[in-house]
T-cell receptor
Framework: GAGVSQSPSNKVTEKGKDVELRCDPI?????LYWYRQSLGQGLEFLIY????????KSGLPSDRFSAERTGGSVSTLTIQRTQQEDSAVYLC???????????FGSGTRLTVV | SQKIEQNSEALNIQEGKTATLTCNYT??????LQWYRQDPGRGPVFLLL?????KEKRKERLKVTFDTTLKQSLFHITASQPADSATYLC????????????FGTGTRLTIIP
């Protein structure tokens, strides 16, 4: 597609529920990243996929967080048993070759009540 | 520990003047440094990339310098306009072939008419 698409744009969920956030990267981009941005804070790295290599999961804050990327394209970030501190904007980005010039989606605003 | 610092949280500049934003880093050996613009409610947008062996890069009214000895980058917007008001983020790769980007917390720039 023309840009990185994320869905849903907004998600309100009850504490303890599981959520899935979806990212559609730019076609042909081999690298895909998930970041989290809390209100007034910087971008916190979560996970990085590059081609067929094993993902870099070093930023996932707990084992409640997981992500997969199917067919080298669409990615899903899953948060299990959501907690209030998970409330943030989750941003996905893709790039054609590693870290050169990310294109970000508009994010999913997650609110855990 | 690794750290990326952007000079101030907020910067107010008179329209028409040059805005200068600073990014300092410690304990990184980046192959390149990038600058992004983020508007409220949107994902960051890539502006410029400068490589470790480049001193300066220009794009229209934007200029970036990179001093790997001082471990600092300066981002200049000349002839600033109210439409330049946004948060500006610098980002570094991890070096040594690790292309994951770490972002600074950003400087919120306001251009006053």
């Amino acid at each position: 597609g023309a840009g990185v698409s994320q869905s849903p744009s907004n998600k309100v969920t009850e504490k303890g529920k599981d959520v899935e956030l979806r990212c559609d990267p730019i076609s042909g981009h081999t690298a895909l990243y998930w970041y989290r941005q809390s209100l007034g804070q910087g971008l916190e790295f979560l996970i990085y996929f590059q081609g067929n290599s094993a993902p870099d999961k070093s930023g996932l804050p707990s084992d409640r967080f997981s992500a997969e990327r199917t067919g080298g394209s669409v990615s899903t970030l899953t948060i299990q048993r959501t907690q209030q501190e998970d409330s943030a904007v989750y941003l996905c980005a893709s790039s054609p070759s590693g870290g050169i010039g990310y294109t970000f989606g508009s994010g999913t605003r997650l609110t855990v009540v | 520990s690794q750290k990326i610092e952007q000079n101030s949280e907020a910067l107010n500049i008179q329209e028409g003047k040059t805005a200068t934003l600073t990014c300092n880093y410690t304990n990184y050996s980046p192959a390149y440094l990038q600058w992004y613009r983020q508007d409220p409610g949107r994902g960051p947008v890539f502006l410029l990339l400068i490589r470790e062996n480049e001193k300066e890069k220009r794009k229209e009214r934007l200029k970036v310098t990179f001093d790997t000895t001082l471990k600092q980058s300066l981002f200049h917007i000349t002839a600033s306009q109210p439409a330049d008001s946004a948060t500006y983020l610098c980002a570094l790769d991890q070096g040594f072939g690790n292309e994951k980007l770490t972002f600074g917390t950003g400087t919120r720039l306001t251009i006053i008419p």
